[in-house]
């Protein structure tokens, strides 16, 4: 009896383990966006001397050799690498290059909370990590007693300049009401948003 259990619990076992792994591992998953004072390091193979240190600067720009200004403000590291060997090519540069773009230094990143939360203010977001409305709120110290939960603004400078302003029920969220992993709940906060929590109407 004993040797045929053995397998079983070490399955279960197993199979518990691979599950807190997937669990963990989605949980810490994140992407990096390339953001505006990001230092970034760009690596074109065999070809030192188009290797470049910079800044990104206000407009989301780099300059490189042999191709000048490129856009990759807004854009993952594998979005950038693409963009920058598509843009060797279309000059007719280089016939098949291999770019390698990585973050040297993070720009500051820093969103700010403000209206009837307990703890208004900025906030740094984790590096290489992630934080929605939902934990920033929680992360304040909550929402106060005449806070409007239902209609906290997320307002947020796009790439191109322009201004966005999305609204996130935070309250259903807390309140259990709504899926946690739902639709704008999860919106990621990006450096330089600004979130407002206006007051209920009595």
Same mark, same amino acid.
């Given at each position: 009896?004993?040797?045929?259990?053995?397998?079983?619990?070490?399955?279960?076992?197993?199979?518990?383990?691979?599950?807190?792994?997937?669990?963990?591992?989605?949980?810490?998953?994140?992407?990096?966006?390339?953001?505006?004072?990001?230092?970034?390091?760009?690596?074109?193979?065999?070809?030192?001397?188009?290797?470049?240190?910079?800044?990104?600067?206000?407009?989301?720009?780099?300059?490189?050799?042999?191709?000048?200004?490129?856009?990759?403000?807004?854009?993952?590291?594998?979005?950038?690498?693409?963009?920058?060997?598509?843009?060797?090519?279309?000059?007719?540069?280089?016939?098949?290059?291999?770019?390698?773009?990585?973050?040297?230094?993070?720009?500051?990143?820093?969103?700010?909370?403000?209206?009837?939360?307990?703890?208004?203010?900025?906030? %740094?977001?984790?590096?290489?990590?992630?934080? %929605?409305?939902?934990?920033?709120?929680?992360?304040?110290?909550?929402?106060?007693?005449?806070?409007?939960?239902?209609?906290?603004?997320? %307002?947020?400078?796009?790439?191109?300049? %322009?201004?966005?302003?999305?609204?996130?029920?935070?309250?259903?969220?807390?309140?259990?009401?709504?899926?946690?992993?739902?639709?704008?709940?999860?919106?990621?906060?990006?450096?330089?948003?600004?979130?407002?929590?206006?007051?209920?109407?009595?």
């Amino acid at each position: 009896m004993k040797t045929t259990r053995l397998p079983v619990l070490f399955a279960l076992l197993f199979a518990g383990f691979a599950v807190s792994s997937a669990q963990n591992s989605e949980k810490k998953s994140y992407i990096h966006t390339l953001t505006l004072a990001d230092k970034v390091r760009i690596v074109v193979y065999q070809e030192d001397d188009l290797t470049s240190l910079s800044r990104i600067d206000a407009r989301g720009r780099v300059n490189l050799n042999l191709i000048g200004e490129i856009a990759i403000g807004g854009m993952t590291v594998n979005e950038a690498q693409t963009a920058i060997e598509n843009a060797y090519k279309a000059g007719r540069f280089l016939r098949n290059p291999q770019v390698t773009v990585s973050v040297e230094e993070y720009a500051p990143r820093i969103v700010s909370i403000q209206g009837r939360i307990r703890n208004a203010g900025d906030y %740094t977001l984790p590096i290489e990590s992630t934080l %929605t409305v939902v934990e920033l709120v929680t992360k304040a110290g909550g929402i106060d007693d005449i806070g409007k939960g239902s209609a906290v603004t997320v %307002t947020r400078i796009m790439p191109d300049g %322009t201004k966005k302003v999305f609204t996130v029920d935070v309250d259903s969220v807390i309140k259990g009401k709504k899926d946690s992993k739902s639709d704008d709940s999860t919106m990621l906060l990006q450096p330089g948003d600004i979130v407002y929590v206006p007051e209920r109407l009595i």
